[in-house]
T-cell receptor, first 112, second 113 residues
Framework: GAGVSQSPSNKVTEKGKDVELRCDPI?????LYWYRQSLGQGLEFLIY????????KSGLPSDRFSAERTGGSVSTLTIQRTQQEDSAVYLC??????????FGPGTRLTVL | QQQVKQSPQSLIVQKGGISIINCAYE??????FPWYQQFPGKGPALLIA???DVSEKKEGRFTISFNKSAKQFSLHIMDSQPGDSATYFC????????????WGAGTKLIIKP
Protein backbone atom coordinates (compact mmCIF):
# COMPACT_ATOMS: atom_id res chain seq x y z
CA GLY A 1 0.00 0.00 0.00
CA ALA A 2 0.89 3.65 -0.15
CA GLY A 3 1.45 4.01 3.57
CA VAL A 4 1.48 2.18 6.87
CA SER A 5 -1.98 1.02 7.85
CA GLN A 6 -3.22 -0.09 11.24
CA SER A 7 -6.38 -1.79 12.36
CA PRO A 8 -8.61 -1.33 14.12
CA SER A 9 -8.46 2.45 14.38
CA ASN A 10 -10.28 2.30 17.70
CA LYS A 11 -10.70 -0.55 20.14
CA VAL A 12 -12.72 -0.51 23.34
CA THR A 13 -12.38 -3.56 25.53
CA GLU A 14 -13.12 -4.66 29.05
CA LYS A 15 -10.42 -5.14 31.63
CA GLY A 16 -9.07 -8.68 31.51
CA LYS A 17 -9.82 -9.29 27.83
CA ASP A 18 -7.15 -9.97 25.21
CA VAL A 19 -6.71 -7.64 22.21
CA GLU A 20 -4.86 -7.91 18.92
CA LEU A 21 -3.62 -4.88 17.03
CA ARG A 22 -2.53 -5.17 13.43
CA CYS A 23 0.05 -3.27 11.40
CA ASP A 24 0.55 -3.43 7.64
CA PRO A 25 3.88 -1.76 6.82
CA ILE A 26 4.90 -0.17 3.57
CA UNK A 27 5.74 -2.88 1.07
CA UNK A 28 9.44 -3.67 1.05
CA UNK A 29 10.18 -2.08 4.40
CA UNK A 30 12.29 -4.51 6.38
CA UNK A 31 12.18 -2.71 9.72
CA LEU A 32 9.00 -2.41 11.78
CA TYR A 33 8.51 -0.69 15.11
CA TRP A 34 5.74 -0.57 17.68
CA TYR A 35 5.35 2.43 19.96
CA ARG A 36 2.86 3.39 22.64
CA GLN A 37 1.71 6.96 23.18
CA SER A 38 -0.34 7.93 26.18
CA LEU A 39 -2.51 11.03 25.99
CA GLY A 40 -0.36 14.12 25.54
CA GLN A 41 2.83 12.15 26.04
CA GLY A 42 5.85 11.19 23.96
CA LEU A 43 6.59 7.97 22.16
CA GLU A 44 7.36 4.87 24.23
CA PHE A 45 9.30 2.26 22.25
CA LEU A 46 7.88 -1.24 22.57
CA ILE A 47 9.54 -3.57 20.06
CA TYR A 48 11.55 -3.59 16.84
CA UNK A 49 11.46 -6.15 14.04
CA UNK A 50 14.06 -6.67 11.34
CA UNK A 51 12.37 -9.01 8.91
CA UNK A 52 10.52 -11.57 11.01
CA UNK A 53 12.88 -11.49 13.95
CA UNK A 54 12.72 -9.14 16.91
CA UNK A 55 16.27 -8.23 17.97
CA UNK A 56 14.96 -5.71 20.48
CA LYS A 57 11.98 -6.44 22.71
CA SER A 58 13.29 -4.31 25.53
CA GLY A 59 10.36 -1.92 25.52
CA LEU A 60 7.59 -4.43 26.12
CA PRO A 61 6.20 -3.36 29.52
CA SER A 62 5.23 -6.81 30.77
CA ASP A 63 4.84 -10.43 29.73
CA ARG A 64 1.22 -9.63 28.86
CA PHE A 65 2.55 -7.95 25.74
CA SER A 66 3.80 -9.90 22.76
CA ALA A 67 4.26 -9.28 19.06
CA GLU A 68 4.98 -11.23 15.96
CA ARG A 69 5.68 -10.51 12.34
CA THR A 70 5.07 -12.93 9.53
CA GLY A 71 6.37 -13.00 5.97
CA GLY A 72 8.46 -9.95 6.68
CA SER A 73 5.29 -7.92 6.41
CA VAL A 74 2.23 -7.80 8.68
CA SER A 75 2.77 -7.53 12.41
CA THR A 76 0.39 -8.20 15.28
CA LEU A 77 0.74 -6.78 18.77
CA THR A 78 -1.17 -8.81 21.36
CA ILE A 79 -2.03 -7.61 24.82
CA GLN A 80 -3.35 -10.29 27.15
CA ARG A 81 -5.51 -9.66 30.20
CA THR A 82 -5.72 -5.94 29.44
CA GLN A 83 -5.49 -3.44 32.27
CA GLN A 84 -6.73 0.14 32.40
CA GLU A 85 -3.14 1.42 32.28
CA ASP A 86 -2.82 -0.19 28.84
CA SER A 87 -5.16 2.49 27.45
CA ALA A 88 -3.15 4.49 24.92
CA VAL A 89 -2.59 4.96 21.21
CA TYR A 90 -0.46 2.19 19.74
CA LEU A 91 1.60 3.36 16.78
CA CYS A 92 3.35 1.26 14.21
CA UNK A 93 6.15 2.52 11.96
CA UNK A 94 8.17 0.96 9.19
CA UNK A 95 11.37 1.84 7.41
CA UNK A 96 14.02 0.61 5.08
CA UNK A 97 17.01 -0.25 7.27
CA UNK A 98 19.04 2.85 7.87
CA UNK A 99 16.31 5.21 6.78
CA UNK A 100 13.68 7.28 8.48
CA UNK A 101 10.41 5.83 9.75
CA UNK A 102 6.94 6.19 8.34
CA PHE A 103 4.15 5.97 10.88
CA GLY A 104 0.66 4.58 10.66
CA PRO A 105 -2.35 6.45 12.07
CA GLY A 106 -2.37 4.39 15.25
CA THR A 107 -4.90 2.29 17.14
CA ARG A 108 -6.59 3.99 20.07
CA LEU A 109 -7.10 1.38 22.78
CA THR A 110 -9.48 2.05 25.64
CA VAL A 111 -9.71 -0.44 28.46
CA LEU A 112 -12.81 0.00 30.60
CA GLN B 1 23.85 8.81 26.88
CA GLN B 2 20.92 7.44 24.93
CA GLN B 3 18.67 10.38 25.71
CA VAL B 4 17.57 13.28 23.62
CA LYS B 5 16.37 16.20 25.74
CA GLN B 6 13.75 18.44 24.17
CA SER B 7 12.48 21.83 25.32
CA PRO B 8 10.16 23.53 25.87
CA GLN B 9 7.38 21.09 26.70
CA SER B 10 4.84 23.55 25.31
CA LEU B 11 5.03 26.76 23.35
CA ILE B 12 2.57 29.46 22.36
CA VAL B 13 3.51 31.78 19.50
CA GLN B 14 1.57 34.53 17.79
CA LYS B 15 0.74 34.10 14.12
CA GLY B 16 3.61 35.38 12.02
CA GLY B 17 6.17 34.87 14.77
CA ILE B 18 9.13 32.51 14.97
CA SER B 19 8.71 29.21 16.81
CA ILE B 20 11.90 27.70 18.22
CA ILE B 21 12.21 24.22 19.70
CA ASN B 22 15.49 22.94 21.07
CA CYS B 23 17.03 19.52 21.50
CA ALA B 24 20.27 18.32 23.05
CA TYR B 25 22.04 14.98 23.00
CA GLU B 26 25.09 13.36 24.58
CA UNK B 27 26.02 10.46 22.33
CA UNK B 28 28.35 11.51 19.53
CA UNK B 29 27.54 8.28 17.68
CA UNK B 30 24.21 9.77 16.64
CA UNK B 31 24.49 10.62 12.97
CA UNK B 32 21.04 11.65 11.78
CA PHE B 33 18.58 14.04 13.38
CA PRO B 34 14.99 14.14 12.12
CA TRP B 35 12.07 16.22 13.30
CA TYR B 36 8.58 14.80 13.24
CA GLN B 37 5.27 16.67 13.29
CA GLN B 38 2.18 15.11 14.81
CA PHE B 39 -1.37 16.41 14.50
CA PRO B 40 -4.06 15.20 16.91
CA GLY B 41 -5.34 11.76 15.98
CA LYS B 42 -2.54 11.15 13.50
CA GLY B 43 0.78 9.38 13.59
CA PRO B 44 3.99 11.43 13.52
CA ALA B 45 5.19 12.46 10.06
CA LEU B 46 8.74 13.30 9.05
CA LEU B 47 9.11 17.05 8.68
CA ILE B 48 12.80 17.72 8.08
CA ALA B 49 16.10 16.05 8.94
CA UNK B 50 19.79 16.89 9.11
CA UNK B 51 23.13 15.09 9.31
CA UNK B 52 25.90 16.44 11.58
CA ASP B 53 28.17 17.48 8.72
CA VAL B 54 25.72 20.30 7.93
CA SER B 55 25.10 23.29 10.22
CA GLU B 56 21.76 24.32 8.78
CA LYS B 57 19.05 22.92 6.57
CA LYS B 58 16.06 24.87 5.33
CA GLU B 59 12.85 23.63 3.75
CA GLY B 60 10.32 26.35 3.19
CA ARG B 61 9.49 27.97 6.52
CA PHE B 62 11.19 25.19 8.50
CA THR B 63 14.89 25.33 9.37
CA ILE B 64 17.07 23.01 11.41
CA SER B 65 20.12 24.58 13.01
CA PHE B 66 22.78 22.13 14.15
CA ASN B 67 25.65 22.84 16.56
CA LYS B 68 27.89 19.77 16.59
CA SER B 69 30.32 21.04 19.21
CA ALA B 70 27.50 21.87 21.62
CA LYS B 71 25.60 18.70 20.68
CA GLN B 72 22.44 20.72 20.18
CA PHE B 73 20.00 21.16 17.36
CA SER B 74 16.89 23.24 16.97
CA LEU B 75 13.84 23.64 14.78
CA HIS B 76 12.84 27.13 13.69
CA ILE B 77 9.45 27.77 12.15
CA MET B 78 9.37 31.14 10.44
CA ASP B 79 6.14 33.08 9.90
CA SER B 80 4.31 30.57 12.11
CA GLN B 81 0.74 29.83 11.06
CA PRO B 82 -2.23 28.36 12.96
CA GLY B 83 -1.92 25.27 10.75
CA ASP B 84 1.51 24.66 12.29
CA SER B 85 -0.15 23.96 15.64
CA ALA B 86 0.92 20.41 16.41
CA THR B 87 3.26 18.39 18.58
CA TYR B 88 6.85 18.33 17.37
CA PHE B 89 9.32 15.57 18.22
CA CYS B 90 13.05 15.67 17.68
CA UNK B 91 14.91 12.40 17.36
CA UNK B 92 18.39 11.03 16.89
CA UNK B 93 19.49 7.98 15.00
CA UNK B 94 22.36 5.59 15.61
CA UNK B 95 23.20 3.14 12.85
CA UNK B 96 24.56 0.62 15.37
CA UNK B 97 21.45 0.57 17.56
CA UNK B 98 19.18 -1.58 15.44
CA UNK B 99 18.40 1.58 13.50
CA UNK B 100 16.23 2.82 16.31
CA UNK B 101 15.33 6.44 16.68
CA UNK B 102 15.86 7.92 20.13
CA TRP B 103 13.01 10.36 20.71
CA GLY B 104 12.68 13.65 22.50
CA ALA B 105 9.65 14.07 24.75
CA GLY B 106 7.81 16.36 22.34
CA THR B 107 6.76 20.00 22.25
CA LYS B 108 3.15 21.03 21.93
CA LEU B 109 3.08 24.13 19.74
CA ILE B 110 0.08 26.43 19.61
CA ILE B 111 -0.01 29.27 17.11
CA LYS B 112 -2.45 31.99 18.15
CA PRO B 113 -4.25 33.75 15.30
Amino acid sequence: GAGVSQSPSNKVTEKGKDVELRCDPISGHTALYWYRQSLGQGLEFLIYFQGNSAPDKSGLPSDRFSAERTGGSVSTLTIQRTQQEDSAVYLCASSLSGSFSFFGPGTRLTVL
Amino acid sequence: QQQVKQSPQSLIVQKGGISIINCAYENTAFDYFPWYQQFPGKGPALLIAIRPDVSEKKEGRFTISFNKSAKQFSLHIMDSQPGDSATYFCAAFRPDSNYQLIWGAGTKLIIKP
